[in-house]
């Protein structure tokens, strides 16, 4: 084992949905393609046995996808549990005990931001950080005032080189591509800036509803849950400037300071909705007016996008779940051939999920005698999403302390300033029925710069 990578790992609320849906299947990849062979002890107060434990890991193993039985074994061998509640120092002593000689490990956090610090104190309490590490889920906070005051704490007790801050959007394969597309391909920089570009259009759809999390949803919202995290880094990544230098900061610098430049939302050109049947789910208020859907307009205060419409949008019980970046080229000054010219005859399409596809649209001549044309689009590269799932990306980057698919506390920070003018119910919550495209009032706000371009289920290349 490397001398910097984390020789246990720790996991807080290891008996929750994430564990469940996320981080056990991470570390049973771990185990299979890296060789993972370090104590996994998981911390929670359920009046659990280890045993119990391990069974809730197989079950989880088992239904995210195929897993051989001697992977499996070796998971279940490297488990240890300690039951307490967080907030006895005798649950800290019996992580101590179970850390033994460990003096790297990386303590995960999968545990409501309120307890952040009841449970670093007990780990300082009970010398379990060590030279360790601390992964955090997002949201970092609730709006900016909150995150500063998140990020103090945790600072307290681990240097900033050893905190990680998890998006695992940062750690998708085709959000990665993104990037790579763009300043890899030296046809794309000359057109990428206002001179070029008519309008952005970044699409998050899920077509399920909130199901079992409607307490969590209450306190969260589609603007803390996607807009703030997501939405904004996939934006990022669309529209930097090309990182500089060979230092291992440099990305995420240019995200930084593009993220400085985004205007603070305007509560004028958001569009706030909620789907119908959100208020009986279990945990959710009768008359709560907590959004399930977004949609916002903002601009970029740069050389690069000074005055192109930015258009963000993401939304519960939806059409379809797909996640899409669509760049709308302007028109000639004259159109040569007299035609009229649909306004996205222009474009380049990145589909982010759930395959990847990267497509421009080109208008080609109608064979025949006449100058006229049809739209067309000319698929550059598609196919299944079938990569390093981003928990399991991620995960064993934070063992051995590389952050650059992390987000830092100055991102963290510039993402809080652009939303918090809108946070609370500062909007009205129009309703919308579930399996549309969200309440019409989103074509208001988008207005002569739409239509809104819905993905299509069948990643034809069309848009509904």
Known sequence: MDAQHSDALVVFGVTGDLAYKQIFPALLGLIRDEGLDIPIIGVARAGWSLEKLKARARESVEAHGSADAATVSRLMELLRFVDGDYRDPATFAGLRKELGEARRPLHYFAIPPSMFTVVAEGLAGADCVGEGRVIVEKPFGRNLASSRELDQIIHRYFSEEAIFRIDHFLGKEPVQNVLYTRFANPMFEPIWNRNYVRSIQITVAEAFGVDRRGAFYEEAGAIRDVVQNH?????????????TGAEREAVRDEKARVLRAMRPLDPR??????????RGVPGVAPKSTVETYVAVKLYLDTWRWADVPIYLRTGKSLALSATEIVVEFKRPPRETFGEIVP???GHMRMRISPDISIGLGLRVKVPGERMVGNDVELILTRHEVDDMPPYQRLLGDAMRGVAELFTRQDLVEAQWRVVDPVLGNVTPVYPYQPGSWGPEEALQLIGCDGPWLNPHATESGAWT
């Open 269 to 278: 050109d958001t569009v706030r909705g909620q789907y119908i049947g959100y």
């Open 231 to 243: 939405l904004l880094m996939v934006l990022a990544n669309l529209t930097m400037d090309p990182p």
């Open 343 to 345: 306004a996205l005859s």
